[in-house]
């Protein structure tokens, strides 16, 4: 079964920006359809797609998760990302392709559970996409990173230093990882922010993604 999920289309006559933003555990594509409606304001040229993840959440059956943060065995959460990335996969490809658009004109924002699967899925084509940009997100599996990665992405972790859910020190080893791989990382930590969306954090986003795109549309 393919992913639903909610789309704003670009409001330009023209589109050349793809941009997914993934929700994160327990949550849907409703919590953060805020953020595309802002940023559109800003990239009229990007068409934003939202999808739920595939699976009804375990500790709220009116949310969804990319996989089950209550399980105890750590290959079954594997074996459920990597069918969540599959169909995510499917999607994006497919979104590409009505868009005629490339990988370099796509870019992923995810928040906690949403960060760990953008990475996931950025790392493991074999073409560089845009960006990441990571809300209160890490690394998921650093093993299954490293069977899967083909290709490094500029990324940017976006942390408040009170989240309770996702430490900071878990997004710091993150970033340590990525430059010891020598990706483009980079990383802002904002004060007394739990785990959530500041709007200074909305701002610093847009101006990643921005950058981000510029760099590589001149680049290829």
């Not at 890490?138 to 490293?146: A, C, G, Q, V």
Request: charged share 25%; aromatic share 12%; glycine share 6%.
């Amino acid at each position: 079964m393919s992913l639903k999920y909610l789309e704003l289309k670009n409001t330009s006559n023209r589109c050349n920006k793809l941009i997914f933003i993934l929700h994160g555990y327990g949550a849907d594509s409703n919590d953060l359809q805020s953020i595309a409606t802002y940023w559109q304001r800003f990239l009229p040229e990007a068409y934003f797609c939202l999808p739920n993840a595939p699976n009804i959440c375990q500790i709220n059956p009116k949310g969804f998760e990319w996989f089950d943060l209550m399980q105890t065995d750590n290959e079954k959460i594997i074996e459920e990302s990597l069918i969540s990335l599959k169909k995510l996969e499917n999607l994006i490809n497919e979104k590409l392709e009505i868009l005629n658009l490339k990988f370099k004109n796509l870019f992923l924002v995810g928040f906690s559970q949403g960060t760990m699967v953008s990475i996931q899925y950025a790392i493991s084509q074999s073409k560089e996409i845009a960006g990441v940009v990571g809300y209160s997100g890490k690394i998921f599996d650093y093993e299954l990173f490293e069977k899967n990665f083909k290709s490094k992405v500029k990324i940017k972790f976006l942390h408040g230093n009170k989240d309770e859910i996702v430490s900071a020190e878990e997004m710091y080893k993150s970033v340590d990882f990525l430059k010891s791989k020598k990706f483009h990382v980079d990383y802002k930590v904002y004060e007394n922010l739990g785990h959530n969306i500041s709007p200074q954090g909305l701002s610093d986003g847009l101006k990643f993604i921005k950058k981000s795109f510029d760099i590589s549309l001149t680049c290829l």
